[in-house]
T-cell receptor, first 113, second 112 residues
Framework: GAGVSQSPSNKVTEKGKDVELRCDPI?????LYWYRQSLGQGLEFLIY????????KSGLPSDRFSAERTGGSVSTLTIQRTQQEDSAVYLC???????????FGPGTRLTVL | DAKTTQPPSMDCAEGRAANLPCNHS???????VYWYRQIHSQGPQYIIH???NNETNEMASLIITEDRKSSTLILPHATLRDTAVYYC?????????????FGQGTELSVKP
């Protein structure tokens, strides 16, 4: 079946603009995660959704970052007033409840000029 | 979640076994050892996990020492496609919704 998909695959934006990144998890997966991977920081957790709720937002680096999930499916990560340090690959993952394996999407490469 | 220590890089000859070590000396009794890998320009991929018994699947074997303070991931016959960064992660099963805390990993280069 289809895996986790993310769009766009690449996004170039100017400093100060807002961006939205989309994640389509595997159908039936109730848990959804956002991570980001940058050269200086490695792979870091951002936020976790269980259904449409986000019980763990501890990894969001600032209030410019927000995310939502609707219908227990698609999730959108929004970054407002982007900064150059936001440049990174943003990865989405999903899994079923009590499943050991997280399935990752291919990521969105964000470049802030 | 307990901290892990891995060598930053390793080389392996194609067709030979790749043995990737991980130290997790502060592991708790209810923490599992997970391995993921990330091939260049792709998202991470689950490999295997275990608690205290050795585990094997179609991708790899996981050997956990009796005191659980270290483990080794074994790729029995490494191929060029196994070149990737390998992450050893220790966490309580389903803790905090199952988020993964990645360290720096080991960059494995499989050479012809």
């Amino acid at each position: 079946g289809a895996g986790v998909s993310q769009s766009p695959s690449n996004k170039v934006t100017e400093k100060g603009k807002d961006v939205e990144l989309r994640c389509d998890p595997i159908s039936g997966h109730t848990a959804l995660y956002w991570y980001r991977q940058s050269l200086g920081q490695g792979l870091e957790f951002l936020i976790y959704f269980q259904g449409n709720s986000a019980p763990d937002k501890s990894g969001l680096p600032s209030d410019r970052f927000s995310a939502e999930r609707t219908g227990g499916s698609v999730s959108t990560l929004t970054i407002q007033r982007t900064q150059q340090e936001d440049s990174a690959v943003y990865l989405c993952a999903s899994n079923r409840d009590y499943d050991n394996e997280q399935f990752f999407g291919p990521g969105t490469r964000l470049t802030v000029l | 979640d307990a901290k892990t220590t891995q060598p930053p890089s390793m080389d392996c000859a194609e067709g030979r076994a790749a043995n990737l070590p991980c130290n997790h000396s502060t592991i708790s009794g209810n923490e599992y050892v997970y391995w993921y890998r990330q091939i260049h320009s792709q998202g991470p991929q689950y490999i295997i996990h275990g608690l205290k018994n050795n585990e094997t699947n179609e991708m790899a074997s996981l050997i956990i020492t009796e005191d659980r303070k270290s483990s080794t991931l074994i790729l029995p016959h490494a191929t060029l496609r196994d070149t990737a960064v390998y992450y050893c992660i220790v966490r309580v099963l389903y803790n905090q919704g199952g988020k993964l805390i990645f360290g720096q990993g080991t960059e494995l280069s499989v050479k012809p």
